[in-house]
Every structure is written in C-alpha cells, then in structure tokens.
C-alpha cells in the first residue's frame, strides 16, 4: 500500500512509540517504568489512529483551535468510519485512561495486569496497522523487543479478582498502605475502558469504592464493568496472542456519586453524560415551548421514566435532566399527536 506523506511520518512515529514503550516494559529499571511504558503505549497509539485517518483522507485539525484533535476524537472517528473493531478500541482506550491517571496523578498496575494489557495491545496494534496501512510489526520490531514475561499469563477475571483481594488486603487496619490501595483501585476503574466509552475518575469515585470495599462488598458489585470482560490466549512467549473479549455480567446500574450505600463503578459522571438535557434544550430540539414540551412530556410519562430523566440535586435545588431516549420517544410521539388539543384538555 502506498501511504501518502503524514500518513507515513504518523506510522514511522507511531512505532518508534511502540519500540520505546516495549523497551521500558523490558527494563531490568523499575524508577518510572509503568509510567512510561503507559505513556509511549498511548502516543503510539494516538499516532497509529492519526495515521490511518490521514490515509483516509480524514480531517485530522480542529476547525476553531486549527490544533491536532486529540485521542479520544481519533478513536472515535477510526471506530464510526474506518473499520477500528469495539476489542481494539477498548484496549486502546484502557491505556489512554491508564496513562492519563498516572500523567495527571499516579497509578499501580500489577505486572501481570499490566503484561497482559500490553499483550493485548500489541495484538490490536497489529492487526490494525496490517489492516489499514498495509504493513505489520514484525517488519520494524524484532520479536526480542516485545514484552515479556517470565511467568505464564492468567486469565483476565482471576487477575482482577486477585487485585480486588490484595487491594482489600491493603486495606487492612495496621496495613498503613491506603495510597497504595487507591492507587491499584484508579487503576482497576481506568480498565473499566476496555469495555465503555465514558471512564472518567474522580477522587470521589475512589472514595466510594474504598468505602464500599471496607464493608466487605464483593467484586462484581463494586466493578460489574470489570466482570464483563473476559480473554481469549493463543501462542506463548514473544508469540503470545491476547484478545480482550466482552461477556455476559452483572447488571449495571446507574447510581449517584454521592449515594453513601452506591457500589457499582457507575458513577454520577455516567449519569450526567446520560442526562445532558435540561427542560428547555429538550423543547428547543422537539421544536415546542418549553410549556408545551412539558405537557407532552406529562402526557408520555417522561419525567416518570428513569431511562428518560434524572434530577440532580444542589443542595436544596432539583433539576430534572433528560436523556436522548427521552428526545426519541417525544419525536416519535408527536408526528401522531394534536398538540392543540393535548394543550387545550390540560389546561382545562
């Protein structure tokens, strides 16, 4: 394949990134080595996926700013127009959120999670360069500078469930490593990319979770996203072939950040993203009053619906938010409705 000019710059840094992330995941150096095996992974990553939009003759500068978009609008944009599979998007995004915690904070990822994410990597990084450029990576990494391990992987759920227990085991009284605790938990909630695309963490999140943990709740409660992904292995060694793979779990319930009895790693940040709407925006894109969209609203039980609405509260105000299936439903709805009439019997 013949790659135009950026496209093949973007490659050629794409995997110098890679090479330099294998090489510090390698290093006999532990000073700052998660740090940037995390760091180079995502640069790496962030290039590949501008590389193949430039390729795809995509718009890869921000109209306002006239800036480079940044990952996330990459991901987005390679995942909706240019064949980037759900399994390569997620470990691409796990790492993002990896590195952005540890840029921005500090995080503790267990080597052997932290081996198979990047076996995971490598797999989807692979596969994904081969697809849309046409090249792989043994053509410019020799097998002997991919991670390696001198112990056999695990599977992905005994992993995390064996995390969640040394985390509970740090947690002890008289243990005095709590940092150490959040740490690994920011790390546990940053993976929870692997399979959503709306992983934000607050230090509010990881209080909760701690609570949660100290009162002996389980994992599935405390990470239901973690308990949905599942691995599937091939090969061993530098051959090592890892696939993160999305499985039945436990239902997921959204729960509000401040909710003392909340468990689930579905947080107020989920909610709000779900609920963007205020009243009169929702009116605005019906094309109705904010009167009149209320009387709609009353007439479809909206307000009644928790997968339509949600009220946040501030203190002592309420306000009412709603979701994009609230906007489908009164679309749908009023095509087959005589607003005058509706409007006339409720105010009668």
């Given amino acids: 394949m013949k790659l135009i000019r950026d496209a093949r710059t973007l490659k050629t840094k794409a995997i110098e990134s890679l090479r330099t992330a294998m ?79 540890a840029q921005h904070w500090f995080v503790y990822v267990s080597e052997d999670l932290l081996y198979m994410q990047m076996r995971a990597l490598i797999t989807a990084f692979d596969a994904y360069l081969n697809r849309k450029l046409g090249v792989t990576l043994h053509e410019y990494i020799p097998p002997r500078v991919l991670p390696i391990s001198t112990k056999p992987p695990g599977d992905f759920e005994f992993l995390v469930n064996e995390e969640f227990t040394y985390i509970n085991e740090l947690l002890q009284p008289g243990r005095r490593a709590r940092d150490e605790a959040r740490a690994r938990i920011r790390t546990m909630l940053a993976m929870e990319a692997i399979v959503t695309d709306e992983v934000e963490i607050s230090e509010r999140d990881i209080d909760r979770i701690e609570r949660a943990m100290r009162g002996g709740t389980e994992f599935t409660a405390v990470f239901p996203r973690l308990a949905m992904v599942g691995t599937t292995t091939e090969g061993e060694g530098v051959n090592l072939v890892v696939h993160f793979t999305k499985k039945q779990g436990a239902p997921v319930h959204y729960v ?65 938010c709603f979701s994009d299936n609230a906007l489908r439903r009164m679309q749908d709805a009023l095509p087959g409705i005589d607003m005058a009439e509706l409007w006339t019997k409720r105010n009668n």
Avoid: W
């Fill in 23 to 101: 090489a510090a995941f390698n290093s006999y150096d532990d000073a700052g080595r998660v740090t940037m095996v995390l760091m180079h992974s995502q640069h790496a990553c962030e290039m590949l996926l501008k590389a193949v939009l430039v390729q795809g003759r995509a718009k890869v500068f921000d109209k306002g700013t006239g800036r480079a978009i940044g990952f996330e609008r990459c991901l987005g944009l390679c995942f909706a127009h240019h064949q980037l599979t759900a399994e390569e998007a997620g470990i691409m995004r796990a790492i993002d959120a990896q590195r952005d915690a």
């Fill in 256 to 320: 509000g950040g401040d909710d003392p009895t909340a468990s689930a790693a579905v947080r107020e940040v989920d909610l709000r993203k779900k609920f963007h709407m205020q009243r009169t925006e929702l009116a605005e894109k019906i094309g109705l009053s904010a009167p009149k969209a209320k009387v709609l609203r009353a007439h479809l039980g909206i307000d009644d619906d928790a997968d339509c609405c949600h009220i946040f509260e501030f203190g002592a105000q309420k306000i009412p």
